[in-house]
């Protein structure tokens, strides 16, 4: 399980990052920081892709009361295919920490690599599996875009974005070959390129 261990190392305020719908052919890439109050870390706060849909929809009410600070970033499908998604993940990273109300001194981000921006800052490979803060920063990305998708699956059913969450799932991919792509979709990304071919 995550522990606090890597905040440790660090004075002052310190956030973990993360995101989540780099791989989807449809919606933004979401991205979350958040600052974890030592001594009122949430139970059960791991991975959020290990967690099921219920324990993550508690722990996102439960880190948004006691965290001492949260904001979460986007960065728009417009973005996304001008960008890049590497880019524009890092963008919507960059919005997270500038949504927080507090300034940080250190911030822990999810990979391999950081943002090029004004914080100090280390990158974790495997952060959200070994860092409460990013796994609790996992968690608000993925119910934050989870909400996106689930609302925009109702003005486009065609797709199973209630169940998909814009992944290129078997319905999803039909869906996209019979009804072609909304300006939800990802066009720099293959499978949605390849139907504006057709």
């Known amino acids: 399980m995550p522990d606090y261990s890597f905040e440790r190392l660090h004075d002052g305020p310190v956030a973990g990052v993360?995101?989540?719908?780099?791989?989807?052919?449809?919606?933004?890439?979401?991205?979350?920081?958040?600052?974890?109050?030592?001594?009122?870390?949430?139970?059960?706060?791991?991975?959020?892709?290990?967690?099921?849909?219920?324990?993550?929809?508690?722990?996102?009410?439960?880190?948004?009361?006691?965290?001492?600070?949260?904001?979460?970033?986007?960065?728009?499908?417009?973005?996304?295919?001008?960008l890049n998604i590497l880019w524009a993940t890092m963008l919507a990273m960059t919005r997270a920490v500038e949504a927080l109300a507090l300034d940080v001194a250190h911030v822990l981000v999810d990979g391999n690599r950081c943002p090029q921006w004004r914080w100090a800052s280390t990158a974790v490979v495997g952060g959200d599996a070994r860092c409460v803060s990013i796994a609790a920063a996992s968690i608000l990305a993925k119910e934050a875009r989870d909400r996106i998708m689930l609302e925009a699956a109702v003005r486009h059913p065609h797709y199973g974005w209630d169940r998909n969450k814009g992944y290129g799932s078997a319905l999803h991919l039909a869906a996209l070959r019979e009804h072609g792509p909304t300006p939800l979709h990802r066009r720099s990304f293959a499978p949605v390129a390849q139907m504006l071919l057709v």
């Open 18 to 82: 993360d995101e989540a719908g780099r791989g989807p052919l449809a919606g933004p890439v979401v991205a979350a920081a958040v600052i974890l109050d030592p001594d009122a870390i949430p139970d059960g706060l791991d991975d959020s892709k290990k967690l099921s849909a219920g324990k993550r929809a508690a722990l996102d009410i439960m880190i948004r009361e006691k965290a001492v600070g949260f904001g979460v970033g986007m960065a728009s499908v417009a973005e996304i295919d001008s």
